[in-house]
């Protein structure tokens, strides 16, 4: 593939898990070398690391040296530069040379603001939740989600001339990644950032390149994720119109194969004075007849060989019949419930059509309380009552999704847990949630975002009276996120989601609750 982007550009890298968005950005950053072709990158590269490259020892107030050196050497010759100049007449011999250096040494102060550098790590270190944090803190004493907003922070604060981001909103609450998205937007130079957060794509990128297999390789589209996803329902409606015209015309070519080939253009005996006649008739109309099936029988091969394949089904629920309905349509109430030191709630009543999205600070007890629902987690452990309709069937999706016998395959264990006869009716392979090579792996050697996958399959083909998700877009690629969110309007009976994603809860379709922070 070729990439270019201009200062200015802003270039956002989607795809599923495996596409490359990485490995693309460790190319550009210089990190890795490709095996063929090649990479031009400016000298002022700047890569947000899985890691933070300092020693654990070192301080926060180090890594914004580090961050400030280079503005803070600007500043400096620009100062030695103004001496200089001041001490030089204009028609000396060096003069020129100063100018010229001075002037080169302007224009990259100017670019990386210098100036603003301090008061900009400050704004930086407020921004990304950092501020309140004793500067000579040791990076070991940090916990992980903080070394990387610090790390990101120390980029923000640099200003690089190509900024490259690896799932920048990581560990970013909604005002930090708003913070995020109103500097990025701000810089000068190139951006080019690998995301799954559609809040972030479409806030910042000027672009979006899709990673995922495709016929022409990786695509590019211009503006955000809401651009994006026109683009692609366009792409899938041409798609689906192609393929539907195409099965049209196959079965008018195999009719007309097969029964024009047998039509015989006179059907009647000729009389004893017209033989002649007509056999040379009977000839010239075969032969405009074999002429038309051999054309056809062409065209078919031609088609069934090249024809396109069917679209992939969205990710859809099917609504479950509800066992015994309560007159007052309540599937689940909760009163009291106290989990000590994880999670307090005075009542929640949850009926067969709600949806309810679980919002608050992590520790708030989002996880904790859709384990409550589960049944995983009884009430007597604190105290409360849960009231469940009789025969009500729950599926939780947890964070970490755990099978009882890893060795088995994910099409073996998708088919254990809803049935072969609904496998074979919602085939794994049909939902595009693993590729064709994992359906054959044993569960155990999946990763945790195929392992989550796999379990939201089972959910889907067999989906219960209540469906709980728990940050169910984690490891979906966008696309993938896009369908499950279309698919949770329609169905399947009560949905509770506990999510952090932006996108999906400023578009959530039912009630909010909020958890408050733990005390």
Same mark, same amino acid.
């Given at each position: 593939?070729?990439?270019?982007?201009?200062?200015?550009?802003?270039?956002?890298?989607?795809?599923?898990?495996?596409?490359?968005?990485?490995?693309?950005?460790?190319?550009?950053?210089?990190?890795?070398?490709?095996?063929?072709?090649?990479?031009?990158?400016?000298?002022?590269?700047?890569?947000?690391?899985?890691?933070?490259?300092?020693?654990?020892?070192?301080?926060?107030?180090?890594?914004?040296?580090?961050?400030?050196?280079?503005?803070?050497?600007?500043?400096?010759?620009?100062?030695?530069?103004?001496?200089?100049?001041?001490?030089?007449?204009?028609?000396?011999?060096?003069?020129?040379?100063?100018?010229?250096?001075?002037?080169?040494?302007?224009?990259?102060?100017?670019?990386?603001?210098?100036?603003?550098?301090?008061? &900009?790590?400050?704004?930086?270190?407020?921004?990304?939740?950092?501020?309140?944090?004793?500067?000579?803190?040791?990076?070991?004493?940090?916990?992980?989600?903080?070394?990387? &907003?610090?790390?990101?922070?120390?980029?923000?604060?640099?200003?690089?001339?190509?900024?490259?981001?690896?799932?920048?909103?990581?560990?970013?609450?909604?005002?930090?990644?708003?913070?995020?998205?109103?500097?990025?937007?701000?810089?000068?130079?190139?951006?080019?950032?690998?995301?799954?957060?559609?809040?972030?794509?479409?806030?910042?990128?000027?672009?979006?390149?899709?990673?995922?297999?495709?016929?022409?390789? #990786?695509?590019?589209?211009?503006?955000?994720?809401?651009?994006?996803?026109?683009?692609?329902?366009?792409?899938?409606?041409?798609?689906?119109?192609?393929?539907?015209?195409?099965?049209?015309?196959?079965?008018?070519?195999?009719?007309? *194969?097969?029964?024009?080939?047998?039509?015989?253009?006179?059907?009647?005996?000729?009389?004893?004075?017209?033989?002649?006649?007509?056999?040379?008739?009977?000839?010239? *109309?075969?032969?405009?007849?074999?002429?038309?099936?051999?054309?056809?029988?062409?065209?078919?091969?031609?088609?069934? &060989?090249?024809?396109?394949?069917?679209?992939?089904?969205?990710?859809?629920?099917?609504?479950?019949?509800?066992?015994? #309905?309560?007159?007052?349509?309540?599937?689940?109430?909760? &009163?009291?419930?106290?989990?000590?030191?994880?999670?307090?709630?005075?009542?929640?009543?949850?009926?067969?059509?709600?949806?309810?999205?679980?919002?608050? #600070?992590?520790?708030?007890?989002?996880?904790?309380?859709?384990? *409550?629902?589960?049944?995983?987690?009884?009430?007597?452990?604190?105290?409360?009552?849960?009231?469940?309709?009789?025969?009500?069937?729950?599926?939780?999706?947890?964070?970490?999704?755990?099978?009882?016998?890893?060795?088995?395959?994910?099409?073996?264990?998708?088919?254990?847990?809803?049935?072969?006869?609904?496998?074979?009716?919602?085939?794994?392979?049909?939902?595009?949630?693993?590729?064709?090579?994992?359906?054959?792996?044993?569960?155990?050697?999946?990763?945790?975002?195929?392992?989550?996958?796999?379990?939201?399959?089972?959910?889907?083909?067999?989906?219960?009276?209540?469906?709980?998700?728990?940050?169910?877009?984690?490891?979906?690629?966008?696309?993938?996120?896009?369908?499950?969110?279309?698919?949770?309007?329609?169905?399947?009976?009560?949905?509770?989601?506990?999510?952090?994603?932006?996108?999906?809860?400023?578009?959530?379709?039912?009630?909010?609750?909020?958890?408050?922070?733990?005390?």
């Amino acid at each position: 593939m070729s990439l270019t982007a201009a200062p200015g550009h802003r270039v956002g890298l989607i795809g599923e898990n495996g596409a490359g968005k990485s490995t693309l950005l460790r190319l550009l950053a210089g990190v890795d070398e490709p095996d063929g072709g090649a990479v031009t990158r400016p000298a002022d590269v700047g890569f947000l690391h899985q890691e933070m490259p300092f020693d654990p020892a070192a301080t926060i107030a180090d890594v914004l040296d580090e961050a400030l050196r280079e503005a803070r050497e600007d500043l400096g010759e620009l100062d030695r530069l103004t001496t200089a100049l001041a001490a030089t007449p204009p028609e000396g011999p060096d003069h020129a040379a100063l100018l010229a250096a001075y002037g080169v040494r302007l224009e990259r102060a100017q670019d990386h603001a210098a100036w603003d550098a301090d008061r &900009r790590a400050e704004i930086t270190l407020a921004g990304l939740g950092l501020g309140g944090i004793d500067p000579s803190r040791a990076l070991a004493t940090l916990s992980g989600g903080q070394r990387a &907003r610090l790390a990101l922070a120390a980029l923000l604060v640099r200003r690089p001339t190509a900024l490259l981001l690896d799932e920048p909103t990581n560990h970013l609450d909604d005002d930090a990644a708003a913070f995020l998205e109103e500097q990025v937007r701000a810089l000068p130079g190139v951006v080019v950032a690998a995301s799954h957060d559609r809040a972030f794509l479409d806030a910042v990128c000027t672009d979006l390149i899709d990673l995922d297999p495709a016929v022409d390789g #990786p695509t590019r589209y211009g503006g955000g994720y809401t651009a994006y996803q026109a683009a692609k329902q366009a792409e899938r409606d041409r798609w689906e119109r192609r393929f539907a015209d195409e099965q049209s015309e196959l079965a008018a070519l195999r009719h007309a *194969v097969a029964t024009t080939s047998r039509t015989i253009a006179a059907n009647r005996g000729p009389r004893d004075n017209n033989k002649m006649s007509f056999g040379l008739l009977t000839n010239r *109309v075969e032969q405009q007849i074999s002429r038309r099936v051999r054309n056809a029988a062409r065209r078919l091969d031609d088609l069934e &060989r090249h024809q396109v394949r069917r679209p992939p089904p969205p990710l859809r629920f099917a609504a479950p019949a509800l066992a015994n #309905p309560s007159p007052d349509g309540t599937l689940l109430a909760l &009163r009291d419930i106290r989990v000590p030191g994880r999670l307090a709630l005075d009542r929640l009543d949850l009926t067969a059509t709600d949806r309810v999205l679980v919002t608050g #600070p992590n520790g708030a007890g989002k996880s904790t309380l859709l384990a *409550v629902l589960a049944g995983q987690l009884g009430a007597a452990a604190g105290g409360g009552e849960v009231r469940r309709r009789a025969h009500l069937r729950v599926g939780l999706l947890a964070q970490d999704s755990v099978f009882d016998r890893p060795e088995r395959t994910a099409a073996d264990t998708y088919a254990r847990a809803v049935g072969q006869r609904r496998a074979e009716t919602v085939p794994l392979g049909g939902l595009g949630l693993l590729a064709p090579r994992e359906l054959g792996r044993p569960v155990g050697e999946l990763s945790v975002g195929q392992r989550r996958r796999l379990a939201l399959a089972i959910l889907v083909a067999d989906p219960p009276d209540l469906l709980l998700l728990d940050e169910p877009t984690n490891h979906l690629s966008p696309r993938l996120a896009d369908e499950l969110q279309d698919a949770l309007g329609p169905g399947p009976g009560a949905i509770v989601v506990a999510s952090h994603d932006r996108w999906l809860r400023s578009r959530w379709p039912g009630r909010e609750l909020r958890l408050p922070a733990p005390a």
